[in-house]
């Protein structure tokens, strides 16, 4: 054992006892040469570091010194030999298994009777748990200064004691202007009893979550707010305040008005459906006619297909040529050669677009049991165009069976003369002509299309 | 067209075969049709050119609502009644006092509806 300095006189007794010590303590404790070759290890070495005094003595101790630190301790050592103390450096040391423990070691110079220093020794304390609690307060603190929700904190009067970025954003009011100042300046005049149930609520230790309310912003204006308040103990467990998460809910609030109007609007749409659905039912009922199931069935599906056309431009229009198209999707493979399809583009309402679909169904499952797509030759030319104020439409079928008037007038035959007539404000003209059937729609163009007259939504 | 001894219905409705079937059911009632309008402008103008002794209104009307010919309908003395696939709070305020018909709803309610709006 050497001697500790400005101990000169030293017995036996002494060195047993100081020894005695050393081993007992806490902190690692280990002595080497000034060219470090270890020649003491405590208990509290072995414990940190899993290697026992036996295995350590006579070793350098540059073997618990990870590769790319041994200048820096070799630093370190000169400076001691040299001397100078280092107090708590903090570094990294390699436990037997390898595992790197966070320490720090105050060094110390050890000299001989003569003042001579003979050798340097380490005090180091294990600060991995110290370093973690460190790293996770600047992390939590960081958290809570990066946070999109505003976290403050007031004492159990109510007083503000921390204020976060957030609560400067959201309420305007800045860390120093709420630091020391009541909770209650973002209270509005109405809600003041809020905050006495909620004091009261946090001395009872119990959270408040998600309570959503109105609180007052520095430029006067009320937000809504959505605030989390939790009680906030000391080491001891007892409440000394409160935290507080505000988080500004507007947004929220507007999604659900949104979400509150789409709603409405479903209601509308579906019941005007179920409306329409009744109102063809009913048409193809009358003077006590049997329901054509399949009729009935193909007509529905023909609607349906407009809604998907409708909901691809977010339920505004539908392109004219993609109306057509999927009306007659029953004939896709003829469009090009027997069925010839032409005219500008126009963005139809809805209602236009359901008016023009029908006709075109109709005319289709027409021209396909009686007229032009019955057999294998005829023809069929779609065309509209816009003259002005006006647009036209005409269906031209040629190269079928010999036309005949019929009989009576159906549910199709008046849904592609009455109906569009009525529903468009147009003249209709329906001419079976016996060489094929020609079919001619002339109405205003504003009754089709709200581009070129509206400002669109 | 008004019909001098009939009572004359205007008919306010955007989607066409929804108008088209009520202006039939309508007219096979007993009503005479000044129009079947789908939108306010188209049905404010029939209401300037033609007698008019009952109303039916869809309240919505795509990108308006029925609202102004409500309240021109109040303003001339002309009972009206609403048909609608809204739920009443969501109707607006000019249709407070009218009789509301949910959508769908059979023609039979529709006219019995209609005929209690008249003068006795």
Redesign the interface.
């Given at each position: 054992m050497h001697g500790m300095p400005g101990a000169p006189h030293v017995t036996d007794d002494d060195t047993a006892y100081l020894a005695a010590i050393v081993n007992a303590s806490a902190d690692a404790i280990f002595g080497t040469t000034t060219d470090g070759i270890i020649r003491s290890w405590n208990t509290a070495c072995e414990r940190m570091l899993g290697y026992s005094a036996e295995e350590m003595i006579g070793q350098s101790i540059l073997d618990i010194v990870p590769a790319e630190l041994k200048h820096e301790a070799l630093a370190i050592r000169d400076r001691v030999s040299s001397g100078d103390p280092v107090e708590s450096f903090e570094t990294v040391r390699l436990a037997k298994d390898g595992r790197p423990i966070e320490v720090a070691i105050t060094y110390s110079p050890i000299r001989d009777g003569h003042g001579q220093v003979i050798g340097v020794s380490g005090i180091m304390r294990d600060v991995t748990t110290i370093k973690a609690a460190q790293r996770s307060a600047a992390m939590l603190a960081a958290i809570v200064a990066s946070s999109s929700d505003g976290v403050v904190s007031k004492t159990l009067d109510g007083t503000v004691t921390s204020w976060n970025k957030s609560a400067e954003r959201i309420f305007g009011f800045s860390e120093a202007e709420m630091i020391n100042r009541s909770i209650r300046t973002i209270i509005p005049g109405e809600r003041q009893a809020e905050e006495d149930r909620i004091l009261a609520t946090v001395v009872s230790g119990e959270m408040i979550d998600n309570f959503e309310t109105v609180r007052l912003r520095k430029d006067g204006a009320l937000i809504d707010v959505s605030v989390t308040v939790s009680p906030v103990r000391d080491s001891a467990g007892r409440i000394i305040g409160a935290s507080k998460i505000v988080r500004d809910i507007t947004d929220k609030r507007q999604t659900r008005e949104q979400l509150r109007t789409l709603l409405a609007e479903v209601n509308h749409r579906s019941k005007n459906m179920l409306s329409l659905v009744q109102a063809i039912a009913r048409q193809m009922t009358r003077h006590g006619r049997q329901l054509d199931l399949n009729r009935f069935l193909e007509r529905l599906q023909a609607i349906a297909g407009n809604q998907d056309l409708l909901i691809q431009n977010d339920w505004r229009f539908i392109p004219i040529a993609d109306l057509v198209r999927s009306q007659l999707g029953a004939f896709r493979d003829l469009i090009g050669n027997r069925i010839a399809i032409a005219g500008p583009q126009i963005e139809l309402t809805p209602e236009a677009a359901q008016a023009i679909g029908m006709a075109v169904h109709e005319l289709a499952t027409n021209a396909a049991k009686y007229g032009a797509l019955s057999g294998d030759e005829g023809r069929i030319a779609l065309s509209w165009s816009c003259d002005g104020d006006d647009f036209d439409m005409s269906w031209r079928e040629s190269g079928g069976p010999p036309v005949t008037v019929p009989e009576h007038r159906g549910f199709g035959s008046r849904v592609i003369s009455d109906m569009v007539r009525a529903g468009l404000d147009g003249e209709v003209e329906v001419d079976f002509a016996p060489t094929g059937l020609r079919w001619h729609l002339r109405c205003p163009l504003q009754r089709l299309s709200r581009s070129s007259n509206y400002a669109r939504r | 067209m008004p019909v001098a001894d009939k009572i004359n219905v205007l008919i306010v409705e955007?989607?066409?075969?929804?108008?088209?079937?009520?202006?039939?059911?309508l007219e096979e009632a007993g009503f005479a049709i000044v129009g079947?309008a789908?939108t306010v402008s188209?049905a404010l103008h029939l209401l300037q050119r033609h007698r008019c002794d009952l109303a039916v209104l869809d309240v919505?009307l795509?990108?308006e609502t029925s609202a102004p010919i409500a309240r021109a309908l109040s303003a001339a003395g002309v009972p009206f009644v609403a048909v609608?696939?809204?739920?009443l709070d969501?109707c607006p305020e000019e249709f407070a006092t009218a009789p509301l018909l949910?959508?769908?709803?059979q023609?039979s309610r529709l006219v019995a509806t209609l005929r209690r709006q008249l003068p006795r």
């Amino acid at each position: 054992m050497h001697g500790m300095p400005g101990a000169p006189h030293v017995t036996d007794d002494d060195t047993a006892y100081l020894a005695a010590i050393v081993n007992a303590s806490a902190d690692a404790i280990f002595g080497t040469t000034t060219d470090g070759i270890i020649r003491s290890w405590n208990t509290a070495c072995e414990r940190m570091l899993g290697y026992s005094a036996e295995e350590m003595i006579g070793q350098s101790i540059l073997d618990i010194v990870p590769a790319e630190l041994k200048h820096e301790a070799l630093a370190i050592r000169d400076r001691v030999s040299s001397g100078d103390p280092v107090e708590s450096f903090e570094t990294v040391r390699l436990a037997k298994d390898g595992r790197p423990i966070e320490v720090a070691i105050t060094y110390s110079p050890i000299r001989d009777g003569h003042g001579q220093v003979i050798g340097v020794s380490g005090i180091m304390r294990d600060v991995t748990t110290i370093k973690a609690a460190q790293r996770s307060a600047a992390m939590l603190a960081a958290i809570v200064a990066s946070s999109s929700d505003g976290v403050v904190s007031k004492t159990l009067d109510g007083t503000v004691t921390s204020w976060n970025k957030s609560a400067e954003r959201i309420f305007g009011f800045s860390e120093a202007e709420m630091i020391n100042r009541s909770i209650r300046t973002i209270i509005p005049g109405e809600r003041q009893a809020e905050e006495d149930r909620i004091l009261a609520t946090v001395v009872s230790g119990e959270m408040i979550d998600n309570f959503e309310t109105v609180r007052l912003r520095k430029d006067g204006a009320l937000i809504d707010v959505s605030v989390t308040v939790s009680p906030v103990r000391d080491s001891a467990g007892r409440i000394i305040g409160a935290s507080k998460i505000v988080r500004d809910i507007t947004d929220k609030r507007q999604t659900r008005e949104q979400l509150r109007t789409l709603l409405a609007e479903v209601n509308h749409r579906s019941k005007n459906m179920l409306s329409l659905v009744q109102a063809i039912a009913r048409q193809m009922t009358r003077h006590g006619r049997q329901l054509d199931l399949n009729r009935f069935l193909e007509r529905l599906q023909a609607i349906a297909g407009n809604q998907d056309l409708l909901i691809q431009n977010d339920w505004r229009f539908i392109p004219i040529a993609d109306l057509v198209r999927s009306q007659l999707g029953a004939f896709r493979d003829l469009i090009g050669n027997r069925i010839a399809i032409a005219g500008p583009q126009i963005e139809l309402t809805p209602e236009a677009a359901q008016a023009i679909g029908m006709a075109v169904h109709e005319l289709a499952t027409n021209a396909a049991k009686y007229g032009a797509l019955s057999g294998d030759e005829g023809r069929i030319a779609l065309s509209w165009s816009c003259d002005g104020d006006d647009f036209d439409m005409s269906w031209r079928e040629s190269g079928g069976p010999p036309v005949t008037v019929p009989e009576h007038r159906g549910f199709g035959s008046r849904v592609i003369s009455d109906m569009v007539r009525a529903g468009l404000d147009g003249e209709v003209e329906v001419d079976f002509a016996p060489t094929g059937l020609r079919w001619h729609l002339r109405c205003p163009l504003q009754r089709l299309s709200r581009s070129s007259n509206y400002a669109r939504r | 067209m008004p019909v001098a001894d009939k009572i004359n219905v205007l008919i306010v409705e955007d989607d066409p075969m929804i108008g088209f079937d009520l202006s039939i059911e309508l007219e096979e009632a007993g009503f005479a049709i000044v129009g079947v309008a789908p939108t306010v402008s188209k049905a404010l103008h029939l209401l300037q050119r033609h007698r008019c002794d009952l109303a039916v209104l869809d309240v919505n009307l795509g990108l308006e609502t029925s609202a102004p010919i409500a309240r021109a309908l109040s303003a001339a003395g002309v009972p009206f009644v609403a048909v609608t696939g809204y739920s009443l709070d969501q109707c607006p305020e000019e249709f407070a006092t009218a009789p509301l018909l949910s959508k769908p709803f059979q023609t039979s309610r529709l006219v019995a509806t209609l005929r209690r709006q008249l003068p006795r």
